[in-house]
């Protein structure tokens, strides 16, 4: 693959183009971002590659705030014209967004920001020679044993990326910053004999973990050691009896749990959802902002943070894509709403510092506000204490279904697998177990959260925000926890 | 944006790279895109992507790269750079090689130029007096206002060279009013000026207004009318995890094992058809490796059909491809149904309400997901943008939203009214194309919960 621009190219170009902007009388604010990222993703069903995919894709975008109206355009041309036409484009939709609109976008001008954020103590995971991806991901899907009693097929995945981008603005902002990313999973798929199917997943469903970091944190997760158990859950799921419907203690291992505070806290701790802005596809928000600093979301155990300061979370950064510094915010403190994750937009509707959450997955899309690591601290103990305290409880462990309202107040979640615990053991398997519940509510009967040596920062590398769709890569920081009397069933 | 025809820089870059075994796929698109929210146009672009995959075989032994960069050097190196990398890739067995000529199976409508070439002022200028209808009604309008236009084009070393463009325009409006309710209207069309804007603001104001004060329903089975935006939720839904030919092949599909037995009830006929959407000049009727695309029964009558196929999966069951190459979010090559069609009925839409004696409207889901038995096609979600009581045939006012959780083959199977016409509605997964469906009536839809309980 060719070089790519460099930076200090892309730095010109970005000036050029602003310094255009500058002379129109109309300009409030615009800013240039160049964002080139290489990607390489692989996909071994059963015995063979099915595929081996290496991308690249670079270019710049230009927000333009203009006469009160944003506009956006953007170019994967590397030529001063194309980049300068992009700026003008922009300008001419921020002018006729101004025109159409009921009310002018109200801005705040901030602090220019300069530096430079890089992974650090990574190894390049592309430059990892391919056939030793490739011997990773084959030795699990071989120990997986496809086609050998009724496991039917299995699959792995790997996928690695490396990311540079700069961003410049009219404020004086210039930040420059690069990535490594890694992640892996497999999964097995048994039918039995009725034709019943089921997934088991490892490290988690929704292909695997991933995480800011070299090929080191896959090599971490030891894929073809684990593939046998995985293997065997996954026939002796063909067997287990559904859970029964009812109200049950639940324990939610780390990977579900990642996911609930996902769509329970991260998604409705968005201010742009809040504040109406995202209601024409993911919908709004049951947090309001009067409810900041008085409105009891959970239980005291519960402190939640969006810490882009994590290390090796996939919501970990310099600064985001308007140049706000990466900081750690509380979202939930002792169980009390406290904050927002913020743009610098919305933060001055309601007069508090952005908390730095804009963010967009290529150079040719508009930062949204997104989660960066939305993490639960940890509480004490293991997870064997957690599991002998709960006795008669269920565990439920590694995503299978997801679905919540559009306030992010309802959901119902299903789970791979679970198990009945007694005696602080898991004696009873049960298959597509689901448990339902309203957020406020799951979040006040927390009465455990195990300790630090279980707090685990899991990384979701596709949350699907924004039209048209955008994919970010955001971390989930957690330990198993426990809820009392929480609706269960089966799907 | 590069200026010269695609096809003609695909086929150069094969020439000159001199790999005897390679495909080259192209798209290339410019969307104007109006997302407004509470009557300001927040975030508006001129969105334009590239995206080019070059894949090259070597004995079986076949690896991929992707660039946004369209230009005969550019392809010419990512050919290059995926010749390099199949030596580290075993050989897949039953790789039938790539593409070779073949006719397109249907003609694609030219774009509408008006469409093609809107500006920002166009979009803008349409949005205004939607913007003020609302506020005339006390509401504020969220949604967006789309032009797309889209180019895209196959060449494979064996002799395929297909290429086509289309435009779409596209909108979604919600009326908002200020204690939280919402309705819901969209359309898509070939021709901008065909969408009326006026037209779909009043319709969005109105459901709007209808849906105050809404009251709790408890769960339980009730008759529902679902309207196509609900429809086709559900059957975008089905298709994701139940009629491509890899869900098959895991047993995890609907269709799975399954051929020519009952699935679902005889008035249900799901098809996908991109020749006919191609006709009609909203999508193209080839895939991403140029294999053109044929139109597909999936459940004829509530009878299983076959799923469709990429040319992998197509060769592994000793078929010819169905020309349903694609990618889904997660770029991964597999085959899926994505021009889908679920046939219409005798009715009436009208008619499909008046036949409630009681039961609910439903006009839109909110975040359906088929994960929990695809085999039966299990969904859960909850209803949004307005949901009514209907008595003795009329709706009488808004509930609160509910969630269902239903078998889809099993609650297809109870439609005993299905609408003489079907709608083009947006599909969320692509910029282009759409889902049509019809309304449905269907007795004792399973819902759950209460979607918005505190």
Redesign the interface.
Same mark, same amino acid.
């Given at each position: 693959?060719?070089d790519g621009l460099p930076i200090e190219a892309a730095r010109r170009l970005a000036l050029e183009a602003l310094s255009g902007l500058r002379r129109e009388a109309d300009l409030i604010y615009a800013d240039v971002r160049f964002v080139d990222e290489e990607r390489e993703?692989i996909?071994v069903r059963n015995h %063979? #590659? %099915?595929?081996?995919?290496? /991308?690249?894709?670079?270019?710049f975008g230009v927000r333009v705030l203009a006469a009160g109206?944003? $506009?956006?355009?953007? !170019?994967?041309g590397f030529g001063v014209d194309a980049v300068v036409d992009a700026a003008r484009?922009?300008l001419? #939709?921020?002018?006729?967004?101004?025109?159409?609109? !009921?009310?002018a976008?109200r801005w705040v001008e901030g602090p220019a920001h300069t530096g430079v954020y890089r992974t650090e103590g990574a190894e390049d995971p592309i430059a990892v020679?391919?056939?030793q991806k *490739?011997a990773d991901l084959?030795a699990a899907t071989a120990a997986l044993g496809p086609g050998r009693g009724a496991i039917?097929?299995a699959e792995a995945k790997g996928d690695f990326a490396r990311r540079r981008q700069l961003l410049v603005s009219t404020e004086g902002t210039d930040v420059e910053q690069s990535f490594f990313y890694a992640g892996a999973g497999f999964a097995a798929?048994a039918?039995g004999d009725d034709? #019943?199917?089921q997934?088991r997943s490892y490290p988690t469903s929704i292909?695997g973990d991933h995480g800011q970091g070299g090929y080191e944190r896959v090599s971490a997760m030891r894929l073809a050691e684990e593939a046998p158990r995985i293997r065997e859950e996954a026939i002796e799921l063909l067997r287990a009896p559904l859970l029964p419907e009812g109200r049950r203690d639940v324990v939610l291992a780390s990977d579900q749990l990642a996911l609930q505070i996902h769509e329970s806290c991260g998604h409705p701790a968005e201010l742009d959802r809040a504040? $109406?802005?995202?209601?024409? *596809?993911a919908? $709004?928000s049951?947090l309001e902002p009067s409810m900041m600093g008085s409105f009891r979301y959970g239980s005291p155990l519960v402190s939640l943070v969006a810490d882009a300061t994590s290390p090796g979370g996939l919501g970990t950064f310099g600064y985001d894509d308007e140049g706000v510094p990466a900081k750690r915010v509380d979202i939930v403190r002792d169980g009390v709403f406290q904050g927002w994750l913020s743009s610098r937009e919305t933060a001055a509707e309601l007069g508090i510092e952005p908390s730095g959450a804009m963010r967009a997955d290529t150079y040719?899309?508009?930062p949204?506000i997104r989660m960066v690591n939305v993490s639960l601290e940890p509480g004490s103990g293991s997870l064997d204490d957690l599991l002998a305290d709960s006795d008669g409880a269920v565990l439920f462990e590694t995503n299978?279904?997801?679905?919540?309202?559009?306030?992010r *107040?309802?959901f119902?979640f /299903?789970c791979e697998i679970a198990w009945e615990v007694r005696g602080g053991r898991r004696v009873q398997m049960y298959r597509?177990p689901?448990y339902?519940g309203?957020t406020?509510k799951l979040w006040g009967k927390c009465d455990a959260i195990a300790g630090p040596e279980e707090w685990r920062l899991w990384g979701i590398g596709?949350c /699907?925000k924004? %039209?048209?769709?955008q994919?970010m890569r955001v971390g989930h920081g957690c330990a198993p926890a426990r809820f009392r009397d929480v609706e269960v069933g089966h $799907? | 944006m590069a200026d010269a025809p695609l096809l003609e820089v695909l086929r150069r870059a094969i020439e000159r790279s001199g790999e005897p075994e390679v495909e080259l796929y192209a798209r290339r698109s410019r969307r104007g895109f109006a997302r407004f929210a509470s009557n300001v146009l927040g975030q508006h672009g001129e969105l334009d992507d590239v995206e080019v995959t070059a894949r090259v075989a070597r004995g079986g032994r076949i690896a991929a790269v992707a660039t946004n960069r369209a230009t005969v050097d550019d392809l010419t190196d990512a050919i290059r750079d995926a010749a390099s990398l199949c030596p580290y890739v075993p050989p897949c067995e039953g790789f039938p090689g790539f593409a070779g000529a073949a006719p397109l199976s249907a003609e694609t409508a030219p774009p509408a130029p008006a469409t093609r070439d809107a500006t920002p002022k166009d979009r803008a200028d349409r949005l205004a007096p939607a913007f003020a209808r609302a506020a005339e009604a006390g509401l504020v309008l969220s949604g967006t206002l789309t032009t797309t236009w889209l180019e895209s084009a196959v060449a494979t070393s064996a002799g395929q060279e297909v290429s086509g463009e289309v435009a779409l325009a596209g909108a979604r409006l919600f009326a908002l009013s200020p204690d939280g309710q919402s309705g819901f209207a969209g359309a898509t069309r070939r021709e901008l000026d065909a969408l009326d804007l006026g037209g779909l603001a009043a319709h969005a104001v109105d459901r709007c207004l209808r849906a105050k004060d809404p009251r709790p329903l408890a769960p339980g089975r009730y008759d529902v009318v679902l309207e196509p935006a609900a429809v086709a939720e559900l059957l975008e839904w089905m298709s994701m995890t139940g009629f491509g030919a890899a869900e098959a092949e895991q047993g995890t599909s609907l269709l799975a094992g399954r051929e020519g037995e009952r699935v679902t009830g005889a008035r249900i006929t799901i098809v996908d058809d991109a020749p006919g959407m191609a006709k009609a000049g909203l999508g193209l009727p080839f895939d991403r490796e140029g294999t053109p695309s044929e139109k597909v029964v999936l459940i004829d009558r509530g009878i299983a059909g076959r799923p469709v196929t990429d040319r992998l999966t197509a060769a592994r069951a000793g078929a010819r491809s169905t020309g349903h190459a694609s990618v889904g979010l997660d770029d991964e090559l597999r085959p899926a149904a994505k021009a889908l069609r679920l046939e219409p009925g005798a009715d009436d839409p009208a008619a499909l309400v008046r036949g409630l004696d009681a039961g609910l409207l439903v006009s839109r889901f909110h975040y359906v997901n088929g994960m929990l038995d695809p085999r039966r096609a299990l969904m859960t979600g909850t209803t949004r943008d307005g949901t009514y009581w209907v008595e003795r045939g009329e709706p009488m006012h808004a509930v609160k939203n509910l969630r269902f959780t239903d078998s889809i083959l099993e609650a297809f199977a109870r439609a005993d009214g299905i609408a003489d016409r079907v709608e083009p509605v947006p599909t969320w997964w692509s910029e282009w194309g759409a889902t049509f469906v019809p309304a449905l009536r269907i007795r004792g839809f399973r819902f759950t919960g209460a979607a918005e309980a505190s």
């Open positions: 693959m060719r993703r996909r %063979e #590659v %099915e595929g081996v995919t290496r /991308g690249r894709s670079a270019g109206g944003w $506009g956006f355009a953007c !170019t994967e484009r922009a001419a #939709v921020a002018r006729a967004s101004a025109a159409a609109s !009921t009310r976008v020679p391919l056939d *490739l084959l039917r097929s798929y039918v034709g #019943v199917a997934r292909d504040l $109406g802005t995202e209601i024409s *596809l919908g $709004g049951f040719a899309r508009i949204l299978k279904s997801w679905s919540i309202d559009d306030l *107040l309802h119902q /299903g597509d689901v339902a309203t406020p596709t /699907g924004g %039209e048209p769709m994919l $799907g | -």
